[in-house]
C-alpha cells in the first residue's frame, strides 16, 4: 500500500503550465488582475493579445500576450496585479528511478485457492525484480507447505521442507532467486488445505508476508478488511452508519466535487431510490457545460465514491441498512480540471471554482470539495485559486480542501488547504481494524502545519487510509495501480484526499439535519466535537499542526458540534474580499496565524512545550494514545496515581468530559426526532 500515497501525491498536483506550440514559444500565458475582468480584458485586447480566461469571479483575466504587449498593458494604471511566469513548462518524464528503488508492489487481497493462497507481486521498475527473501506466517492447522512457486519458479523442496507449521524465513540462493518482471505469483500449497474452505476459513489478516528484493526492496501483505466488497467500514469508524440508519443520507443538499471527472457509474448517478441525481457537468478544461466529464485519471471517481456511493453495505450476505457512501442521497454536481495524469493549470482551477459560485443557486449547492493539493507559491490573499475559494466561502458555499501527501515535514500544507477560512483535513489511518481506535494514528504522509502565514493547519484529521471506492477499470490510476484493484473492480487508495472527500459527505448529512448552517457554523461543528489524540499522562499525543482540532466523526458533530465559533478569530471575509480584491492586494492588512519561532528555529505555539508530548506517537497500536476526552478519562483507574496524572495534566479533561456527558445524557432524555418523522 506504500504506493497508495505515492500515486495519490502525483495525482494531486497542481500543474503551472499549459500545451504550447512551438512557433508560440514567445508568448506568455500571462495573469492580469484590477478593478474588473472586463477592463482588464479590454486592455488585453488593445495590445494585441488573447483573453483566455475570463475570471470575474475575482476581478481578472487568464490571457496571452508577448513581452512586448505585456509591457503596454502594465503601463495602465488598471492593473493592480499581474503574473507573468504562468508561461508552459515541460510535464515531467515519466521516470522509474524517481521514488526511489524499491518499485514492487504486493496486492492489497490474498487469494484462498482450494490448496493454499495466491498472492500477485508487481515490478513497476523496467529492469527485473529478485526475491531474496521470504518471511511467512499462516495458521497451524494448515500443517506445513506442500508446494511452493513465484510465478514461473518452482521454489525448490529443500528450502522450505525443514520449516515447522505455521512460519518459514525462506533465504534464496544468488544463483536462483525468482524472477519478477512484470506480474508473478507467490503460490503456496499446504498439506491440510481443507480448512481454507470450511466456514471457519482462515482470514486475509492470519497470514503474514514479507517479500524482500534486491536493491534493498520490501512489500508486504497488508491485514486486509473481511469484506472489503460488501463493506468498505469507513462509515461505521466515522460515525456515519448510526445517521444513516436514522434516515440522513445527505437528501436534499447538492455537492460539487472539483476534480477529475466522474465515470457515470449507477451507483454515483443515482440515489438510493434509483433516482438521477447527477444534476450538472462542467469541464473547465474545455469551458463547456453539459456533457459527460469523462474521467481519464479516476481520482474525481473516486473521491465522488466515498462522498455519496448509493450501493448499500452488505455483511454475512445481509443488508444493514446503510451504504457506502457518506452520504448517498446528496445531488452532485461534477466539475473537471484535473487530466488523466492528475494535473491542472491555476487558471483552470479558478475557472472551475467560478462555475460553481455562478451556479449556486440554480443547483443549490453547499458543499465543495477540493481533494488536490500544491505547494504555495504566493501568500493566500495573492493566490488566485484561495481568491476564488475565498469568494465561494463567502457566498455560502462550505469549501472541504485536503492537507496534502507532503508530510511529516512541518509547513507543508499544500494550497487551497493553507487558506485559513477553509476546512482542511488531514489523514488518520484504521491500521485494518475498524473494530478500535488504539491503533489509528496520523500516518507519515499527511500534511503538516503551520502555513506559511502561520496558521494552524489542517483544521481536523478524518479517516484517509486505505479507502474503498469505485473506479473505471481502464482509468489511469486502475492501470497503474493494479495492486490496490479489489477482484470486484473496487480501487483501495489512501491519502488526506479520500479524508477531505469523507468529510464533505458529512457536511452534507449535518446539512440535512440543519439546513440554515453556515459555512462557518459547519466548521465550528466539526472543530468543537473532534476528539485531540491525548496521551495518559494529559498530553496531547499530536501537535495542532498535526491533528488540529482532532479526528472528526459525523456522529460527535450532530450531538456535540456547536455553532458560531467557525473563522471567529479571521477578518470577516466579505468585508475583506470586498475592499481588497478591487484595489492593490496588501499583505499587512490580512491577519497572520499565531505560530512563532521556537529557540530551535522551528515552528511552535505558546506554551506548544507544555501542552504536547516531546515523545512522537506511536506508528500503529499505541498503550498510551486515546482519541477523545471520553476514552481518555475512563482507561484511567480511580487510584492515587491516576489521580494525580488528572492533576497534573495541561488541560483540565475532566471538566470536558463531564461536560460533554451533560450534553449527551439531555440528548437521550430528549432525543430529536429523524428527518421526515412526524410527532
Not at 474588473?36 to 483566455?52: F, N, P, W, Y
Request: contains cysteine.
Amino acid at each position: 500500500m506504500k504506493t497508495c500515497v505515492q500515486a495519490i501525491c502525483f495525482g494531486l498536483c497542481f500543474f503551472s503550465g499549459l500545451p504550447l506550440l512551438a512557433d508560440e514559444a514567445e508568448v506568455l500565458q500571462v495573469f492580469l488582475q484590477g478593478p474588473s475582468s472586463g477592463q482588464m480584458s479590454d486592455l488585453v485586447e488593445q495590445a494585441g493579445g488573447a483573453v483566455t480566461h475570463d475570471l470575474h469571479i475575482i476581478n481578472a483575466v487568464g490571457a496571452k500576450l508577448t513581452r512586448e504587449q505585456l509591457d503596454a498593458v502594465l503601463t495602465s494604471p488598471l492593473v493592480a496585479r499581474h503574473i507573468d511566469d504562468l508561461s508552459p513548462v515541460e510535464r515531467p518524464e515519466d521516470n522509474p528511478d524517481e521514488e526511489g528503488n524499491c518499485r514492487v508492489r504486493g496486492h492489497i487481497e490474498l487469494d484462498m485457492t482450494a490448496q493454499g493462497i495466491l498472492w500477485p507481486l508487481y515490478n513497476k521498475k523496467p529492469k527485473p525484480a529478485f526475491l531474496q527473501r521470504l518471511e511467512l506466517e499462516w495458521p497451524v492447522t494448515l500443517g506445513p507447505i506442500a508446494a511452493m512457486a513465484v510465478g514461473d519458479t518452482v521454489v525448490d523442496p529443500a528450502l522450505y521442507s525443514h520449516a515447522t507449521a505455521g512460519s518459514l524465513t525462506l533465504e534464496f540462493p544468488a544463483s536462483g532467486r525468482p524472477v519478477i518482471t512484470d506480474r508473478a505469483d507467490l503460490k503456496v500449497s499446504f498439506q491440510t488445505p481443507v480448512s481454507l474452505r470450511s466456514v471457519a476459513a482462515p482470514r486475509q489478516r492470519d497470514f503474514t508476508i514479507n517479500a524482500e528484493f534486491t536493491d534493498d526492496c520490501k512489500t508486504d501483505l497488508v491485514p486486509g478488511y473481511d469484506n472489503n466488497h460488501g463493506d468498505f467500514y469507513y462509515n461505521t469508524v466515522a460515525g456515519i452508519d448510526a445517521l444513516q440508519l436514522q434516515g440522513v443520507t445527505g437528501k436534499g443538499v447538492t455537492v460539487a466535487v472539483i476534480d477529475s471527472g466522474l465515470w457515470e457509474h449507477e451507483a454515483l448517478v443515482k440515489d438510493t431510490s434509483g433516482a438521477k441525481r447527477l444534476v450538472a457537468r462542467y469541464d473547465a478544461l474545455t469551458d463547456t457545460a453539459g456533457r459527460e466529464v469523462v474521467d481519464e485519471s479516476g481520482h474525481g471517481t473516486h473521491m465522488t465514491s466515498i462522498i455519496a456511493n448509493s450501493d448499500r453495505t452488505i455483511r454475512n450476505g445481509i443488508p444493514t441498512g446503510t451504504y457506502k457512501g457518506a452520504a448517498p442521497d446528496v445531488a452532485l454536481v461534477a466539475v473537471k480540471v484535473l487530466d488523466e495524469q492528475g494535473l491542472a493549470h491555476v487558471l483552470e482551477i479558478v475557472r472551475a471554482v467560478q462555475w460553481v459560485v455562478d451556479n449556486r443557486e440554480k443547483y443549490d449547492i453547499r458543499v465543495l470539495n477540493l481533494s488536490f493539493s500544491q505547494r504555495p507559491r504566493w501568500p493566500y490573499w495573492e493566490d488566485p485559486v484561495n481568491q476564488a475559494v475565498m469568494r465561494a466561502w463567502v457566498e455560502g458555499i462550505a469549501v472541504v480542501a485536503a492537507a496534502g501527501n507532503d508530510g511529516p515535514a512541518a509547513e507543508t500544507i499544500g494550497s487551497p488547504g493553507n487558506l485559513p477560512y477553509v476546512i482542511t483535513v488531514g489523514a488518520v489511518t484504521d491500521s485494518w481494524t475498524p473494530d478500535t481506535r488504539d491503533d489509528d494514528y496520523i500516518p507519515d504522509f499527511s500534511a503538516r502545519g503551520p502555513t506559511p502565514t502561520g496558521h494552524i493547519k489542517p483544521d481536523v484529521v478524518a479517516l484517509g487510509g486505505h479507502m474503498t471506492g469505485l473506479i473505471h477499470p481502464d482509468s489511469a490510476i486502475a492501470r497503474e495501480q493494479p495492486e490496490d484493484m479489489l477482484k470486484t473492480g473496487e480501487f483501495v487508495s489512501t491519502g488526506s484526499s479520500q479524508a477531505s472527500a469523507l468529510v464533505s459527505g458529512m457536511l452534507a448529512l449535518l446539512i440535512q439535519l440543519e439546513p440554515d448552517l453556515t459555512p462557518d457554523d459547519l466548521k465550528c461543528k466539526l472543530i468543537t466535537s473532534a476528539e485531540p489524540a491525548i496521551n495518559r499522562d494529559g498530553r496531547l499525543a499530536y501537535s495542532p499542526f498535526e491533528q488540529g482540532y482532532g479526528y472528526v466523526t459525523a456522529s460527535r458533530a450532530v450531538t456535540l458540534g456547536e455553532r458560531g465559533c467557525g473563522n471567529i478569530d479571521f477578518v470577516e471575509l466579505r468585508s475583506l474580499l470586498e475592499s481588497d480584491l478591487k484595489s492593490d492586494l496588501k499583505s499587512t492588512e490580512y491577519l497572520h496565524g499565531p505560530a512563532i519561532i521556537d529557540d530551535d528555529g522551528g515552528p511552535s505555539l505558546p506554551g506548544l512545550s507544555v501542552l504536547v508530548s516531546s515523545k512522537s506517537s506511536d506508528k500503529g497500536m499505541s498503550r498510551t494514545r486515546k482519541w477523545g476526552v471520553k476514552d481518555h478519562i475512563e482507561r484511567l483507574d480511580t487510584n492515587e496515581a491516576d489521580d494525580e496524572l488528572v492533576d497534573r495534566a495541561p488541560v483540565n479533561w475532566l471538566n470536558v468530559y463531564l461536560k460533554e456527558k451533560t450534553v449527551i445524557e439531555s440528548l437521550s432524555r430528549n432525543p430529536p426526532r429523524p428527518p421526515g418523522s412526524t410527532q
